[in-house]
C-alpha cells in the first residue's frame, strides 16, 4: 500500500510539474508575468518567491496545479485577491517597475495566449517523447514474439497460425518483441479489418491472414485473447525426476529441454501436461535439448485416477521454463524517433477509443479514476524502472490528450474559444463563457463520478 501510495503521488508531481511549467515557461517567452506556480490546489502549504516574483508553491490538495498570471483583474483597484495573490502581485511589480498592463495575460495578442495555453498538454506530449526515448536508448529485455498454441476455432487457429510460430512481422512493419507484437494488435484492434503477419516457422518465412474482431473491447483482461494469441513460455525445462517413474525409465533427466512432443512443435508447460495427462497408457516421443544434443524418448504416461473419477496420465516430472528473450535498444536518434512515433501512435490509438466510445463501440468501463492510476502505478514499480517510465509515458499521454479536447474548463476548452476569436476578429461573449464554464463543470463532473464508479466496480470485483 505504501509502494502504491508514494508512487501515485511520484507519477501526480511529475506529471502535474511538467504540465504547468509548460505554461510557465512560455508564458515567460511571451513576456507575461506569472504570479504563481503551484502544484495542487487549495491551501498553500509551502511557497517562496524567485527574483522574477513568482510564487513558487505547494498546495494542499495533490490532484492537480496551476500556474496564475498576471490579469486585468489583478491590475483594477477595486479586485479582491488573497494576501497571498497580493503579496505576489507586489513582488511582481514593485514599486518603479514598468507598467506591467502590457505583461497581463488578456492583453497579448490571441496567437501568444493560445501558444501559452497549448504548453501544458504539448509539454505532456514532450515528456512522452523522451521517456520513451529513454527506454529505447537504454534498451531492455523483453521476450520474443512467439506464440503458444492458439485457442480452437479462434481468429488466430482459423488463420492457420501455431505454437511456436515466431511474428517477425505484421502488414510488413518489422516486429521485434512480444510486446511489439501485442501494441501492433490493438491498434489495429481498434478499427477491425485484418492484418498480414509474417511468421518464421521451420527455418521459412510464411504469411497468414488474421481477421481481427470489428468490435473488439479493450476493457477486457486481455484482448489478444479474443484473438486465440498468447505468449509461448518457452520450450519446458525437466527441473527434476521422479525415482521410478516412467520418464525416468525412458531416459529424461534434469535440465532435459522439452522442444517436441507427439506432433506439437516448441510446447510450453501447458501444452505439455495437457498432452501427457490426456495420453494415459499411450506411447508419446518426446523430443528433448540435452547440451546441445537432440535426443528422442519414447515416454507412456502411467495412469491416475482423481477423486471425480477421471483419468489422466502423469510422467513423473517437475518442469520450469525460460521464456526466450530479445535485447531491444536504439541509437540516439533513432531512440527519439521511436519516442516519437509511439507517442503519436498511443494519442491517436487514445483518441480512437473515445470516439468509439461515444458512439457505444467500447465500453464505458475503459475510463479509470485515480484509484486504478494509483493500482498500476505501484504494480509498474513493483515490477521495475523500465515499466514505471513506459507507465509514467502512457498517463502523460492521457493527460495531454484530455487536457486537448475542446470542454470548457480545460485547456483544450480555451484552446476552441481562442479559435472562434480568430475566425471572428473578437473573444466570445461573458455569456458564451459563462454557459461555456457551467457546461465544462458538468461534464468534468460526470466523468470523474464515472471513473470513480469504474473503480469501485474494479475493486469489488
Known sequence: MLTTLISFFVTLGVLITFHELGHYWVARWCGVRVLRFSVGFGRVLIKRFDRNGTEWAISAIPLGGYVK????????????????????????????SPDPRGSSFQSQPVLKRFAIVAAGPVFNLLLAVFLYASINFVGNKEPEAVLAPPTANSPAAMAGLKGGDKVVAINQTAIASWPQLRWNLLQRLADGGEAEITIERGGAQLHRTL?????????????????????????PIVRSVVEGSVAQRAGLISRDLIICVGETNRPDIGSLVQIIQNNAGKPLELEVDRNGEKLKFIVTPSPHTLENGQTIGRAGIQLGADIPMVEVSYGPIDSLVQGAIKTFDTAWFSLRMMGRMLTGDVSLKNISGPVTIADYAGQSVKIGWEAYIAFLALVSVSLGILNLLPIPMLDGGHLMYYLIEMVRGKPVTDRVMEWGQRIGVSLLGGLMVLALFNDLIRIFN
Open 69 to 96: 498570471m498576471l490579469d486585468q483583474d489583478d491590475l483594477a483597484p477595486s479586485s479582491k485577491i488573497s494576501s497571498s495573490e497580493h503579496s505576489a502581485a507586489t513582488h511582481a511589480n514593485p514599486p518603479g
Open 211 to 235: 481477421q481481427l474482431p470489428t468490435l473488439a473491447d479493450p476493457s477486457q483482461a486481455d484482448p489478444m485473447r479474443d484473438l486465440g494469441l498468447g505468449l509461448a513460455s518457452g520450450p
